[in-house]
């Protein structure tokens, strides 16, 4: 398996633009987790999926972010309206919950910048 | 809630011992990792420790568990260039997929 795959490496945007990050789980894995990573508040948990179905989204910062996962190997994360202040690295992560050690794999992530 | 701290940066001379602290408020923990990340990439598993364990040795890693102060280190022996990275530490109930992070730590080596 290739890993978790994200897409864009790299997206610049103006403020106001609609930014949508993709990512590729791992085949057979059933849990999907979305972070965000800046200098100021390190790595934040925003969303996570079971099964396709989102669990706990507690972590997304306002109404302006939205995720879905319409299949097993598919998640987009939107943001609508983008501000300057979104401007991180957002990363993507799968894992097989087994009831052991349930190891979390990251993708690459993609850095957003919202000038 | 859940929270796991850890202190942003710490410098070591080559070949000396790196030592990096995390604290969780979890007490239903039952697994706690620690990851790597390097530059410009995502995050991957370094190693790991069950809440029934105390201590935990790979190679010259070692993992050192107190959960009644509920604080997690890890032990680097004789640091190398190569583990310049920021390390974090993380948490997970035996119950949940939700695995919580820690801010992280930047590691730095100087010669």
């Known amino acids: 398996d290739a890993g978790v795959i994200q897409s864009p490496r790299h997206e610049v945007t103006e403020m106001g633009q609609e930014v949508t990050l993709r990512c590729k789980p791992i085949s057979g894995h059933n849990s999907l987790f979305w972070y965000r990573q800046t200098m100021m508040r390190g790595l934040e948990l925003l969303i996570y999926?079971?099964?396709?179905?989102?669990?706990?989204d507690s972590g997304m910062p306002e109404d302006r972010f939205s995720a879905k996962m319409p299949n097993a190997s598919f998640s987009t994360l939107k943001i609508q309206p983008s501000e300057p202040r979104d401007s991180a690295v957002y990363f993507c992560a799968s894992s097989e919950k087994t009831g052991g050690i349930t190891e979390a794999f990251f993708g690459q992530g993609t850095r957003l910048t919202v000038v | 809630g859940e929270d796991v701290e850890q202190s942003l940066f710490l410098s070591v001379r080559e070949g000396d011992s790196s030592v990096i602290n995390c604290t969780y408020t979890?007490?239903?923990?039952?697994?706690l990792y620690w990851y790597k990340q390097e530059p410009g990439a995502g995050l991957q598993l370094l190693t790991y420790i069950f809440s029934n364990m105390d201590m935990k040795q790979d190679q010259r890693l070692t993992v050192l568990l107190n959960k009644k102060d509920k604080h997690l280190s890890l032990r680097i022996a004789d640091t190398q260039t190569g583990d310049s990275a920021i390390y974090f530490c993380?948490?997970?109930?035996?119950?949940?997929?939700?695995?919580?992070f820690g801010s992280g730590t930047r590691l730095s080596i100087r010669p």
């Open positions: 993380a948490e997970r109930e035996s119950s949940a997929s939700k695995i919580i």
């Open positions: 999926f079971n099964n396709n179905v989102p669990i706990d």
């Open positions: 979890d007490s239903s923990s039952t697994y």
